[in-house]
């Protein structure tokens, strides 16, 4: 236990109402009938069999993600939860994040919920724009997204909520909109994210018509003054907080902590015998209850590890200290370091500590590429 990296645990709950066009995670539109039951087993028993990976390090946070969790019952949110407090270390006040749906809230849910351990809450709203929402291909409308919102804050759980930018029959004011009823309902976290096209998705096949670069330069303007003018600070790529409301477990990620994923498709890092290693679960439902075992065990190393690593840890816009460094076993390498001086060089990187500049966090694409 002794010098390893911080663990986190990520639990994937794969079923949704229906895949959105934009979406490549790994999900299932299947019903939960019977197969509901037999996952959170199959999540026990994968806990079981990943004590050698935990190593008795308590778990920091906790994330139900998916999917759409919210789709679930809270009986076996609580029964899980029970469990893993029974059997394995977790810290004291651990944030419990949980991902929800609009339409699936209600204030009997989210009561059952922080019942149940929950204390903090994710809502992919997306936008406030009935329009846009029907243009990104989601299950619920703006009606929907502000009586979610409301519902959210008055849970006295920390809330955030996802907001899409940059989609098609969208523009700047849609965004400033959106932002603006954000801003007034109180929340203190947004997670904001620039649509992607991503391969093997509904989009990628089917290109929409997307805004211009102009166009999205100024919603990214307008954005920042907004939230900045309302005290929030940006301090990951696509995450604004207030004060004491970050996100601790996408912080870990992002400061190449460790991480334990359970459930189908699920991805996991860990540092096991001196290397940092990444693997995930079996795909489907079905291929997962019956085998929980990890698949494509990677040991990351040499130029893998470097840009993995650069991936990662620059996403953070304050960058990296020394502490984290060996908190998290990261141990730059003479290529590594020696990359990184040409980001100093080129105007990206920091030159007193591991972190982008203003410029290079702008263009972090670019920055990146270097260790590519």
Avoid at 115 to 140: A, E, K
Avoid at 209 to 227: C, Y
Avoid at 252 to 275: E, H, M, R, T, V
Wanted: proline content about 4%; glycine content about 6%; overall charge negative.
């Amino acid at each position: 236990m002794d010098n390893l990296p911080e663990l986190s645990l990520y639990v994937h709950l794969p079923w949704c109402d229906k895949k959105c066009p934009y979406c490549d995670f790994n999900i299932t539109t299947d019903s939960l009938n019977d197969s509901v039951k037999e996952l959170f087993n199959a999540l026990k028993n994968d806990l079981d069999q990943s004590e050698p990976l935990i190593n008795q390090r308590p778990f920091k946070s906790i994330y139900f993600g998916g999917g759409t969790p919210s789709k679930v019952p809270t009986t076996f949110i609580k029964d899980f939860l029970d469990f893993l407090h029974s059997k394995f270390k977790v810290v004291l006040n651990c944030e419990v994040s949980f991902e929800a749906n609009p339409i699936d809230l209600t204030s009997d849910y989210i009561a059952e919920l922080k019942d149940s351990g929950i204390n903090r809450m994710s809502v992919g709203i997306q936008s406030f724009d009935d329009q846009y929402l029907g243009s990104l291909g989601r299950n619920h409308n703006a009606s929907d997204s502000l009586k979610a919102l409301r519902l959210l804050s008055e849970s006295e759980l920390i809330g955030t909520i996802d907001l899409i930018y940059g989609g098609p029959n969208s523009n700047s004011q849609t965004l400033k909109n959106d932002l603006e009823i954000f801003l007034d309902a109180g929340i203190n976290h947004l997670s904001l994210y620039q649509l992607n096209i991503e391969p093997n998705t509904i989009f990628y096949k089917k290109r929409p018509l997307l805004p211009t670069e102009n166009e999205i330069e100024k919603a990214e303007i307008i954005s920042s003054d907004l939230l900045v003018k309302n005290d929030f600070n940006q301090y990951e790529i696509s995450s604004w907080s207030k004060e004491n409301s970050k996100s601790i477990h996408n912080q870990n990620y992002w400061k190449y902590g460790d991480y334990l994923g359970i459930g189908p498709g699920a991805s996991s890092k860990i540092f096991k015998d001196n290397f940092h290693h990444r693997f995930r679960k079996r795909n489907s439902i079905k291929s997962y209850i019956n085998d929980t075992k990890p698949i494509h065990m990677e040991k990351l190393e040499g130029k893998e590890l470097d840009f993995d690593l650069a991936i990662n840890i620059l996403r953070n816009k304050s960058g990296i200290d020394d502490k984290n460094l060996a908190t998290n076993q990261i141990k730059l390498s003479e290529r590594f370091i020696k990359k990184y001086k040409i980001g100093v060089d080129l105007g990206y990187f920091q030159k007193s500590r591991l972190g982008t500049t203003d410029k290079g966090f702008k263009f972090l694409d670019d920055a990146v590429s270097i260790f590519s």
